[in-house]
């Protein structure tokens, strides 16, 4: 650099050559997830059950308001969020760390990851007839000690797909993890032990601390998984028993599409969720930004 | 290498290595392998159980091996769906990766729309259903295989995986390209395509998952007995007849087969891609 003046500042947008590459990409975008995003602020304050009514104002969220089934929702989707985030977090870094080096780390960490990709519809399958509290497999195998009636108790049917969304997702996070772990210089354990550290002093003094940015990342995408887990309840539970799993993504698909679709106010509830969503995201940006 | 060296080589490696593992994290590790592959290896096993066994008071002890669940396998209901998951999973992939190569360029090569693409990365697009149904009913979309393709053709997540690729490379390859008179297509399809080939491979492969395992969506979209993809053929089977393991588990084992073969030829380059893609 020849002189120390400040840096001319960056045009908000700029079109450099070959800028004509992301036309059809942003198109696509812009039709099938910013016009949805806009559309659905209008298609919230319609009577809209399978065709087009009328304007409603804001009917749909005075409903919503008084509908008990939106805030057992929201509780059951954050208790879903607290169950899930730690046991995931737990689990995936205690896998990196343990797998670290080791000589089946490739093997186990390919294995962890296969159900994020496997076939979900019958991953569903291995899950309902292995996990059946009445007929399936274990159930049957060990004389019905080891059920988890799902039919019939509501924190069942919780524990059931909690335990599915770490199932699929255990393997992505231990990537994560193992990913920040390699990052680690090795002069840093070195430094560490010629001063005389213990095992678990290296443990929880140092890789855990420089770890730090990997958790916080995961502790976003896991929590999305609280959003993400209507497939799961789709697939296994559909919102029972006595709609103790219906967390927010299923309740939506269930007012939109369900025996008595009403898409307006399906838009409304979509509104209020997209609205928290955005609100928790933005709060999570700041704790990124900082650790990033 | 000199032997003399050796020792000294390995202590300075074990020095510098992370710390040692744990009984406590050695059984953990182990349980969470188990409870992994617990669900995959029954379904294996279950798809090769005779018919007669289910009627027997202990299904528990192996009463034989047949591969008769996997013949009787219903065309229509499975097969079929089967085919066109694979059609339409492998055309959104191949289109996705194409239409984000050149938008990664371009956004590498100074058009600077990366916020809008991390903007549109942080929309929850499951929460769009609703509204996305009201676009695809007006644009008659409805009921037509095309709503699994269009809705698709770009993804925020593919863009961003193959511009962390490109910022990887060094630009003298294209500054020396340009100089040669390449124009910027045959740059993105001479010297970029190749050179990223492990991040479009392993983009690919994600791509097809995501699409693969969609589930609600096409459920919605073509409530169409004609049209039902794998994921929805195998849902209605669970539901019609949930304890006829044998075809269930057949059924699981064959929509699986793509995802195994897929997964086998590419473990490595999906996995490097995942772990690369933080740092």
Same mark, same amino acid.
């Given at each position: 650099?020849?002189?120390?003046?400040?840096?001319?500042?960056?045009?908000?947008?700029?079109?450099?050559?070959?800028?004509?590459?992301?036309?059809?990409?942003?198109?696509?975008?812009?039709?099938?997830?910013?016009?949805?995003?806009?559309?659905?602020?209008?298609?919230?304050?319609?009577?809209?059950?399978?065709?087009?009514?009328?304007?409603?104002?804001?009917?749909?969220?005075?409903?919503?308001?008084?509908?008990?089934?939106?805030?057992?929702?929201?509780?059951?989707?954050?208790?879903?969020?607290?169950?899930?985030?730690?046991?995931f977090v737990g689990l995936a870094t205690l896998?990196?760390?343990?797998?670290?080096?080791?000589?089946?780390?490739?093997?186990?960490?390919?294995?962890?990851?296969?159900?994020?990709?496997?076939?979900?519809?019958?991953?569903?399958?291995?899950?309902?007839?292995?996990?059946?509290?009445?007929?399936?497999?274990?159930?049957?195998?060990?004389?019905?000690?080891?059920?988890?009636?799902?039919?019939?108790?509501?924190?069942?049917?919780?524990?059931?797909?909690?335990?599915?969304?770490?199932?699929?997702?255990?393997?992505?996070?231990?990537?994560?993890?193992?990913?920040?772990?390699?990052?680690?210089?090795?002069?840093?354990?070195?430094?560490?032990?010629?001063?005389?550290?213990?095992?678990?002093?290296?443990?929880?003094?140092?890789?855990?601390?420089?770890?730090?940015?990997?958790?916080?990342?995961?502790?976003?995408?896991?929590?999305?998984?609280?959003?993400?887990?209507?497939?799961?309840?789709?697939?296994?539970?559909?919102?029972?028993?006595?709609?103790?799993?219906?967390?927010?993504?299923?309740?939506?698909?269930?007012?939109a599409f369900g025996t008595a679709p009403n898409?307006?106010?399906?838009?409304?509830?979509?509104?209020?969720?997209?609205?928290?969503?955005?609100?928790?995201?933005?709060?999570?940006?700041?704790?990124?930004?900082?650790?990033? | 290498?000199?032997?003399?060296?050796?020792?000294?080589?390995?202590?300075?490696?074990?020095?510098?290595?992370?710390?040692?593992?744990?009984?406590?994290?050695?059984?953990?590790?182990?349980?969470?392998?188990?409870?992994?592959?617990?669900?995959?290896?029954?379904?294996?096993?279950?798809?090769?159980?005779?018919?007669?066994?289910?009627?027997?008071?202990?299904?528990?002890?192996?009463?034989?091996?047949?591969?008769?669940?996997?013949?009787?396998?219903?065309?229509?209901?499975?097969?079929? !769906? $089967?085919? =066109?998951? &694979? *059609?339409?999973?492998?055309?959104?992939?191949? +289109?996705?990766? @194409?239409?984000? %190569?050149?938008?990664?360029?371009?956004?590498?090569?100074?058009?600077?729309?990366? !916020? $809008?693409? =991390?903007? &549109? *990365?942080?929309?929850?697009?499951?929460?769009? +259903?609703?509204? @996305?149904?009201? %676009?695809?009913?007006?644009?008659?979309?409805?009921?037509?295989?095309?709503?699994?393709? $269009?809705?698709?053709?770009?993804?925020?997540?593919?863009?961003?995986?193959?511009?962390?690729?490109?910022?990887? %490379?060094?630009?003298?390859?294209?500054?020396?390209?340009?100089?040669?008179?390449?124009?910027?297509?045959?740059?993105?399809?001479?010297?970029?395509?190749?050179?990223?080939?492990?991040?479009?491979?392993?983009?690919?492969?994600?791509?097809?998952?995501?699409?693969?395992?969609?589930?609600?969506?096409?459920?919605?979209?073509?409530?169409?007995?004609?049209?039902?993809t794998v994921q929805v053929a195998l849902t209605?089977?669970?539901?019609?007849?949930?304890?006829?393991?044998?075809?269930?588990?057949?059924?699981?084992?064959?929509?699986?087969?793509?995802?195994?073969?897929?997964?086998?030829?590419?473990?490595?380059?999906?996995?490097?891609?995942?772990?690369?893609?933080?740092?």
């Amino acid at each position: 650099m020849i002189s120390d003046s400040p840096k001319p500042k960056e045009p908000r947008f700029r079109l450099a050559p070959a800028w004509w590459g992301v036309i059809p990409s942003l198109l696509a975008l812009l039709l099938f997830i910013a016009y949805p995003l806009i559309q659905v602020f209008q298609m919230s304050t319609q009577k809209y059950s399978i065709v087009y009514e009328g304007f409603a104002g804001f009917h749909n969220y005075a409903r919503m308001l008084a509908d008990p089934n939106v805030g057992r929702s929201l509780l059951l989707t954050l208790i879903f969020g607290l169950c899930t985030l730690p046991l995931f977090v737990g689990l995936a870094t205690l896998c990196a760390i343990e797998l670290e080096g080791t000589r089946l780390e490739r093997l186990v960490k390919a294995i962890l990851f296969l159900p994020s990709l496997w076939t979900i519809g019958a991953s569903a399958i291995g899950w309902y007839t292995l996990y059946e509290p009445d007929y399936g497999m274990l159930a049957t195998l060990t004389g019905g000690f080891l059920r988890l009636p799902w039919h019939d108790k509501g924190w069942a049917g919780v524990a059931l797909i909690v335990l599915f969304t770490i199932w699929q997702n255990v393997g992505y996070g231990t990537l994560i993890v193992s990913a920040g772990l390699k990052s680690i210089p090795t002069e840093v354990f070195e430094a560490a032990r010629v001063d005389g550290a213990t095992e678990n002093q290296l443990r929880f003094g140092i890789v855990l601390p420089l770890l730090r940015p990997s958790i916080v990342f995961l502790a976003v995408v896991g929590s999305l998984y609280a959003i993400q887990s209507y497939t799961a309840v789709l697939l296994l539970t559909q919102g029972g028993p006595f709609g103790s799993t219906r967390v927010v993504g299923y309740l939506i698909y269930e007012t939109a599409f369900g025996t008595a679709p009403n898409l307006g106010y399906g838009a409304a509830l979509s509104v209020l969720i997209l609205a928290l969503a955005f609100t928790f995201s933005a709060f999570q940006a700041r704790a990124l930004k900082s650790d990033l | 290498m000199i032997p003399s060296l050796k020792p000294e080589a390995r202590e300075k490696v074990q020095a510098g290595s992370p710390p040692k593992g744990t009984w406590f994290g050695r059984i953990v590790v182990g349980l969470m392998v188990v409870f992994v592959l617990l669900p995959i290896i029954w379904l294996a096993y279950s798809s090769f159980i005779p018919k007669e066994a289910l009627f027997k008071p202990d299904v528990t002890i192996p009463v034989g091996f047949t591969f008769q669940n996997y013949l009787e396998l219903p065309f229509k209901e499975l097969i079929r !769906p $089967l085919l =066109l998951s &694979l *059609l339409l999973s492998s055309i959104v992939a191949g +289109l996705q990766v @194409l239409i984000a %190569l050149p938008a990664a360029f371009a956004i590498r090569a100074g058009t600077n729309v990366l !916020p $809008l693409y =991390l903007f &549109l *990365l942080s929309v929850p697009a499951e929460l769009l +259903l609703v509204p @996305l149904y009201g %676009l695809l009913k007006d644009l008659n979309l409805l009921n037509n295989p095309l709503a699994l393709v $269009l809705p698709f053709l770009a993804s925020p997540f593919t863009v961003f995986l193959l511009y962390g690729g490109v910022v990887k %490379l060094p630009w003298a390859y294209v500054e020396a390209a340009k100089l040669d008179g390449a124009t910027n297509l045959q740059i993105i399809t001479k010297v970029i395509a190749p050179l990223l080939r492990p991040e479009m491979t392993a983009a690919s492969v994600l791509a097809f998952a995501a699409h693969w395992n969609l589930v609600l969506y096409p459920k919605i979209v073509l409530n169409d007995k004609n049209w039902a993809t794998v994921q929805v053929a195998l849902t209605e089977m669970l539901q019609k007849d949930p304890n006829n393991w044998g075809a269930l588990g057949a059924a699981a084992m064959l929509t699986s087969l793509p995802i195994l073969v897929l997964y086998a030829l590419f473990e490595r380059r999906v996995t490097r891609v995942i772990e690369g893609g933080l740092k």
